[in-house]
């Protein structure tokens, strides 16, 4: 529910957690839209990878990078304090669906 449609009357007067919460909930759809646009992005550049790699017949996976990508990120997200295994996780499940996608697009330029 929108905070704009929450009765004042939810709150006792003089309580701020709730204003608290609806600010910090701001913050968070912010992060989540510019979370999304960037992964939005990130497929866009992906796209253009598997294309290129169908044309010159490359295999979709790049199991050195991929390992490359993850041991740097895993450093990247120590030193911000977020937790490496999660990020870990989250790097590889995108990882994947590039995967799947690049060979969708090598199956779409084989006519298949
Ligand atoms: O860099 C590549 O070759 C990609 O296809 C991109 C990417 C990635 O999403 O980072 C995806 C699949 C590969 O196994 C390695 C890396």
Redesign the pocket.
């Known amino acids: 529910m929108p905070h704009d449609s929450v009765p004042a009357a939810a709150a006792p007067a003089g309580d701020s957690v709730p204003e608290d919460l609806w600010r910090l909930r701001r913050s968070i759809d912010n992060i989540d839209a510019a979370l999304v646009h960037m992964l939005a992005e ?1 497929f866009r550049v ?1 796209r253009e ?2 294309v290129l ?1 169908a044309i010159h017949r ?6 050195s ?2 390992e490359a ?1 993850v041991a740097k990120l895993r450093g990247m997200a120590e030193r911000a304090g977020l937790d490496a295994d999660f990020a870990e996780t989250f ?1 590889r499940r ?2 994947a ?3 799947r996608q ?1 060979g969708e697009i090598a199956a779409e330029r084989r006519g298949g």
């Open positions: 990130r992906t990878v598997g790699k490359l295999p979709p996976v790049d199991s990078r991929e990508q790097i995108v990882m669906e590039v995967v690049h």
